[in-house]
């Protein structure tokens, strides 16, 4: 599914639960998006830096010897939200998510 990653030594929280009623539950979910967005975007700015620093040092030659880091870059950017997992696009949890965001909003 999702290849290994050494900086993500937290707990995953599991995908929303079928019971919309479960207010703990689809905040932490929420937590958990938000939280795989930033890395996500974080992992975007270090391809940026390195893909930055790989034009630098290669100059004319950076076509050739940047290639696999702008393919990364550019895959990565084009995804959406970053490539960052995303439980909400799950088959039935759509739904439970938008349920709970009118219930949390309103005053």
Known sequence: ????????DFKRVPDPPEDPSDKY?????????ALDYFVAVEE????????TKCYMRARVNH????????EAYTQK????RFGAHDPTNSKHTRKNII???TTVTKP
């Open 1 to 8: 599914d999702e290849p290994p990653r050494p900086f993500r």
């Open 25 to 33: 539950a689809l905040l932490k979910v929420r937590e958990q998006r």
């Open 44 to 51: 975007v700015k270090l391809l940026q830096e390195e893909l």
């Open 63 to 70: 076509g050739e010897d940047c290639k696999a880091l702008k």
């Open 77 to 80: 950017v084009a995804a959406a």
């Open 99 to 101: 349920a709970f965001h």
